[in-house]
């Protein structure tokens, strides 16, 4: 198969993991796409079993293609979890077709779904960064953000309505002391004008002790 992929449907692009395999022109659903190819390696083979890179797809319990070489590919097509191809394998012609499952428009990354086995291995412990997780990850981040908020919100609702409380309470305790203080202001005209009543009558009764004594004094000194 040519390396070259001008007269293909795809190109390899940057992606958000590195390279991955676009489309160039609209791709129908369910069509050839580009078969996954390599070494086959024979589980019974010492020397083959031994090989481990992350290309590697097993057809069956014996067979493996290594997807390593750089004529492949098909392996720059990334894992998605909700894919627009996948891969069909056919264990008797130990053959791995990478076929649409979905109309493809040009622009748009071809991918399909490793299976279970990889993504816990590898795409797990760094956390798939396939569209459909992405997109989940978003909603999930939204639906936080959103639940942070309300509680924010109803926090704020809270301390202001406590907030009226206590300034209804300082309003009333407030009006309450003018209220008192009214009383008082009128109370007292009456109770000084008692006062100053008494203190008149003290004064007049002075007055006429004085005038009496004055009186006496005089009556003496007209007798002298
Ligand atoms: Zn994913």
Redesign the pocket.
């Known amino acids: 198969m040519p390396v070259s992929t001008d007269t293909k449907p795809y190109r390899i692009g940057r992606s958000k993991t590195g390279l991955g395999l676009f489309a160039t022109q609209p791709i129908k659903k369910g069509v050839k796409i580009i078969q996954y190819f390599g070494p086959l390696l024979d589980s019974k083979n010492e020397k083959h079993d031994a090989i481990e890179n992350k290309y590697l797809f097993q057809i069956s319990k014996r067979w493996t293609v290594d997807g390593s070489i750089r004529k492949n590919v098909a392996r720059y097509i990334n ?4 894919p627009n191809a996948e891969s069909d394998v056919n264990p008797a012609k130990k053959k791995i077709i990478i076929r649409s499952i979905k109309k493809i428009e040009p622009g748009e990354e071809i991918n399909y779904d490793y299976g279970t086995e990889y ?1 816990k291995e590898y ?1 797990k412990p760094i956390g ?7 997109t ?1 990850r978003k909603k999930k981040r939204a639906k936080l953000r959103a639940e942070k908020a309300k509680a924010k919100e109803k926090a704020e609702r809270k301390e202001a309505k406590q907030a009226e409380k206590a300034k209804r309470k300082k309003d009333k305790a407030k009006a309450k002391k003018a209220d008192v203080k009214k009383a008082l202001k009128k109370a007292p005209k009456a109770a000084a004008g008692k006062v100053k009543a008494k203190v008149g009558k003290a004064k007049a009764g002075k007055a006429k002790a004085v005038g009496k004594k004055a009186k006496a004094g005089n009556a003496k000194s007209r007798k002298a």
């Open positions: 894992h998605s979890c909700k993504f795409l798939c960064k396939c569209e459909g997780c992405e989940k």
